[in-house]
């Protein structure tokens, strides 16, 4: 398994895991597991994205599954075997005379180390009980991700002592005498620990998928894209993950590789393009995408330049990082890696005909790397309209105008360069009365 490239302004612009300026992380989409670890897990596949196409349907496969089985534990009960499987105290060989005389020797009193021992060997042995009728149970067009996990689990038990413990307590009543204790205590915790470990794995993948397949029936994040590896790149209906009653929009990369993005401020160009980015990133997650439908290309690296921060520290101003920025993400597309950059409102820290040369500039460079797809969103039509003959760019903008002396934002995406003007407008209404 291959994980796709990308780093930590990225992860940031697109709030993976912390949100800026009030934004919902989007891990928080998904993290409504039913375990503890499976929070993990779930956080684990969201910040580290995969570039391997079987991989990702594999995940797409199981989590689309409508009979998905049930976790053999609740989250209680498997946190108490992972607390068993981490406990150190009173790990010995079993043997009948000590375990006889520690049985009598409770009867006279309470031991609490006792009772952490007997209460985990007991839950491990509905675990494997259980797990062995998952995996009985599991029907023969199941998806190939449970298949393998339904396969690791036979593998795991049955080239093991393991194999006993299920023969011995298969449909009956489990009340284990001290020395059975004593024996499954020594075999779990230190001759099978990893292999108990393993098995609990599997269980939090099993959560993750059941949890993405429970949360896009409920947002109706119901597409499961196709990833492709060629350059077919569309989605359609796509929305923000966190704009409720968003305006659903569609896209597509035609004429070339260059995507740029016009329209007058506040009109939702930057959320547009985390909302496209963010379905690519989901989409190399295996998880299911807020869109209609979805064709993506499976890339190599998603690098974007959307929050950008000067430093004051290193005496550098904010169109001086906007250059090194494009500088290190060009660096990735020259790798010869397949990417998705994203460059929002390129050289806004500079005059307007610095921005629209240095913009100029930069265009012509993204023509070098043709196995590359960019996003470019700007204020400067100019520099869109420099373009508009050149077949390796495609154009789209988010749609204003002034009306009844009200700004209009309907944010609906469509194909062209913007004609909106409305700048003006908008610091005369602002500042009404103070001019």
Avoid at 116 to 131: A, Y
Avoid at 348 to 366: H, K, Y
């Amino acid at each position: 398994m291959t994980y796709l490239d990308t780093d930590k302004q990225t992860q940031a612009d697109l709030s993976v895991i912390e949100g800026i300026y009030d934004e919902y992380p989007l891990y928080s989409l998904f993290s409504a597991t039913e375990t503890k670890n499976g929070k993990h897990l779930m956080l684990n596949w969201i910040t580290s994205p995969l570039n391997d196409i079987s991989a990702i349907r594999k995940r797409q496969e199981a989590i689309a599954c409508q009979e998905l089985p049930e976790l053999p534990l609740d989250e209680e009960e498997l946190d108490f075997i992972e607390y068993y499987l981490e406990y150190r105290d009173q790990i010995r060989r079993p043997n009948i005379l000590v375990s006889l005389t520690s049985a009598f020797d409770r009867l006279l009193r309470y031991d609490a180390q006792r009772y952490v021992i007997k209460r985990g060997v007991i839950l491990i042995i509905q675990l494997l009980n259980r797990l062995e009728l998952l995996r009985t149970n599991l029907p023969e067009d199941a998806p190939l991700l449970l298949k393998e996990l339904a396969q690791s689990i036979q593998y795991t038990i049955y080239s093991s002592e393991l194999q006993e413990v299920i023969e011995l307590y298969k449909d009956k009543e489990i009340s284990p005498s001290s020395y059975i204790i004593d024996k499954y205590d020594y075999l779990f915790r230190c001759v099978h620990l990893e292999l108990l470990r393993g098995l609990l794995s599997h269980i939090y993948i099993l959560d993750v998928c059941r949890t993405a397949h429970r949360i896009a029936i409920g947002k109706g994040f119901c597409c499961r894209p196709e990833m492709t590896e060629t350059m077919d790149f569309f989605i359609t209906g796509f929305v923000h993950p966190f704009t409720e009653g968003g305006r659903q929009n569609d896209w597509k990369m035609v004429n070339g590789n260059i995507c740029i993005l016009t329209g007058s401020n506040m009109a939702g160009k930057s959320t547009t393009l985390k909302a496209i980015t963010i379905a690519v990133w989901l989409a190399h997650c295996g998880l299911p995408v807020p869109a209609r439908s979805m064709t993506c290309p499976v890339f190599d690296g998603i690098y974007t330049s959307i929050n950008l921060p000067d430093s004051l520290r290193d005496g550098r101003s904010h169109f001086m990082a906007e250059i090194l920025r494009i500088k290190e993400v060009l660096q990735k597309a020259k790798s010869g890696k397949r990417c998705l950059i994203i460059l929002d409102e390129m050289f806004r820290g500079t005059n307007a005909q610095d921005a629209f040369e240095a913009s100029i500039a930069v265009n012509e460079l993204l023509r070098k790397y043709p196995h590359c797809s960019f996003l470019i969103s700007t204020h400067i039509l100019e520099y869109a309209k420099h373009f508009e003959k050149d077949n390796t760019c495609c154009f789209y903008y988010m749609d204003s105008k002034i009306e009844n002396d009200q700004f209009i934002c309907p944010y609906q995406l469509l194909e062209g360069i913007s004609e909106a003007q409305v700048g003006y407008w908008l610091v005369k209404k602002e500042l009404e009365g103070l001019i």
